[in-house]
């Protein structure tokens, strides 16, 4: 798994500085810190990606075939390459936040946790719903569907949010109760995620898709 691991860092290493360092930039900039969020939430997604892009290119899975890995330890690299790059992003997202406020003279640490939170939940619902996609369809024809799926996903819950927002005297959750809440809900949905990607890769690797 730890070589699994490494392949794709290896692979994405040039790549990931630039997206890396845009991102950093974009954090510490005050009037972008929104825009640089979403930039480290997308980086988070890109890099996996890419990875399964590469992989496709150079038929990276027939010669795994002949190594000592299984199907679902080849597909569960690619969850761990996102969730690597969520804590990356999360990581630029605190230092953007405190540069900024070495700036602007303020610094409200509480906005910071939240929207790092919500970046970090962010990720792992794009994860969970990408990278099916992507098993399923190849890296072309998965970005759009992927698209596709993200952009019905927002459009749900803001539309949840503004009904929500009509509601009267609806009780608000407390910070931490309504992350672990997501964060539970996050992990339910990985599963389903997980699962349905190691169908989807046993049976593209079978032929099933060509």
Not at 26 to 49: D, E, H, K, N, Q
Not at 50 to 57: F, H, L, P, T, V
Not at 132 to 160: C, D, H, N, T
Request: charged share 15%; glycine share 8%.
């Amino acid at each position: 798994m730890i070589g699994l691991l490494k392949k794709d860092l290896y692979v994405a290493d040039k790549t990931s500085r630039l997206l890396l360092v845009l991102a950093l930039v974009f954090s510490m900039v005050p009037a972008m810190g929104s825009f640089g969020s979403t930039y480290a939430m997308m980086l988070a997604l890109m890099i996996p990606l890419n990875s399964i892009a590469y992989d496709e290119r150079s038929k990276w899975d027939r010669y795994a075939a002949m190594l000592p890995y299984k199907m679902w330890q080849m597909v569960w690299s690619k969850y761990l390459l996102a969730y690597l790059f969520t804590l990356l992003a999360g990581a630029i997202i605190v230092l953007g936040a405190v540069v900024r406020g070495r700036i602007t003279g303020s610094l409200d640490w509480m906005e910071t946790l939240e929207m790092t939170i919500l970046v970090g939940i962010s990720a792992l619902f794009c994860t969970a719903l990408g990278l099916p996609a992507l098993y399923r369809f190849g890296s072309e024809k998965g970005r759009l569907a992927m698209i596709l799926i993200m952009g019905v996903g927002v459009g749900v819950a803001l539309g949840i949010t503004g009904i929500l927002g009509e509601v009267p005297e609806l009780p608000e959750l407390p910070l931490p109760v309504a992350a672990l809440l997501l964060a539970a809900l996050a992990v339910a949905v990985t599963y389903v995620s997980f699962r349905l990607s190691v169908h989807f890769y046993k049976k593209r690797r079978d032929g099933a898709y060509d």
